[in-house]
């Protein structure tokens, strides 16, 4: 069975960075067009982007976190981490890892979440 989980702290501070780690199961972060894909939603807003890694370690970022996101892979351990710097009250939101494939449009297989808050 597929499955992707989240992980990551629930609670961090205005100006640090947040870091969320996906581990997948039943799947490899490698496998051709498996697209790691990483999606937020705040309280009472709707999904966004944040951006995506493929298994060739590439990756794309929403232009409007761009300056603010990278993302990491460790493929010993088939999980893709997260990061966002220099996060305000704004970035509070559930954070979904996702799996996509053929492309990074269509994720098939979706973590339950992770809620970040950010305050102090």
């Known amino acids: 069975q597929v499955q992707v989980l989240e992980s990551g702290p629930g609670l961090v501070k205005p100006s640090q960075t947040v870091t969320l780690t996906c581990t997948h199961s039943g799947t490899s972060i490698t496998d051709v067009y498996v697209y790691t894909t990483w999606i937020r939603q705040a309280p009472g807003k709707g999904l966004e982007w944040i951006g995506y890694?493929?298994?060739?370690?590439?990756?794309w970022y929403s232009p409007s976190l761009k300056n603010r996101t990278s993302m990491s892979r460790d493929t010993a351990k088939n999980q893709v981490t997260l990061h966002l710097s220099s996060v305000t009250p704004e970035d509070t939101a559930v954070y979904y890892c996702?799996?996509?494939?053929?492309?990074?449009?269509?994720?098939?297989?979706w973590g339950q979440g992770t809620l970040v808050t950010v305050s102090l």
């Open positions: 890694m493929d298994y060739d370690g590439d990756t």
């Open positions: 996702a799996r996509a494939r053929p492309s990074w449009t269509y994720p098939d297989v």
